[in-house]
């Protein structure tokens, strides 16, 4: 059953096209300022609605978010100037269209509707895809998630190939020969050739 009349329905939500009829500024008993929205139905104007939104420093940016996106009154641009929405039927916002989202929840053991959202004309909550339909598009998020960006930088060119050494590589002959010779060299105190130093207990023969 619908919690006004000429709702869309959305699980247990509901979105209204309402007009907004004005706003005024007020003070809950714990002394934080709001700013009230007042509304009635586009086609029904005898049903209506109004909502407060607490100014904190935590709820400031949602509360700025509504009036801007859905109801036309950027608090920047207006330098901060929240006066201008305590002028109720006067106030910048009233003859805005936007939708509303309602629930129902219970206060004092009855039930009531509250406004959960105020959005754009139009705005309001969709039904979910259906499980195919969602696992469709999520395997295509994934697949474009794992492909990710073609990347722009130039292939990295091949390293050269190593230079051969110059010369026939030396025999087992040879190096034995070039130890005996630095060995040789040594007992007479001469400075071996390259600095090399053989213990000759170690060359294979």
Excluded at 134 to 160: E, F, M, T
Aim: net charge neutral.
């Amino acid at each position: 059953m619908p919690l006004l009349r000429g709702g869309e329905r959305a699980g247990d939500k509901e979105t209204y096209p309402v007009v907004c009829t004005g706003t005024v500024l007020g003070e809950f008993k714990t002394n934080t300022p709001y700013v009230e929205y007042s509304f009635e139905h586009q086609e029904h104007p005898e049903y209506r609605i109004s909502c407060r939104r607490a100014l904190t420093e935590k709820s400031f940016s949602f509360v700025e978010k509504e009036l801007r996106e859905a109801l036309g009154w950027d608090p920047q641009k207006k330098n901060w100037e929240f006066e201008q929405l305590n002028t109720g039927a006067e106030s910048p916002c009233a003859g805005v269209k936007c939708s509303i989202v309602v629930e129902e929840e219970e206060y004092d053991g009855k039930l009531r509707a509250r406004v959960v959202f105020v959005n754009g004309e139009g705005g309001g909550p969709r039904e979910r895809l259906s499980e195919d339909k969602a696992k469709s598009v999520a395997d295509r998020i994934r697949g474009a998630i794992r492909r990710g960006p073609r990347s722009s930088a130039p292939a990295s060119s091949p390293k050269p190939a190593a230079k051969p050494p110059s010369g026939p590589p030396a025999s087992r002959t040879d190096r034995v020969r070039q130890a005996a010779g630095e060995g040789a060299a040594r007992a007479r105190g001469e400075p071996a050739a390259g600095g090399g130093d053989y213990d000759f207990d170690d060359i294979p023969f």
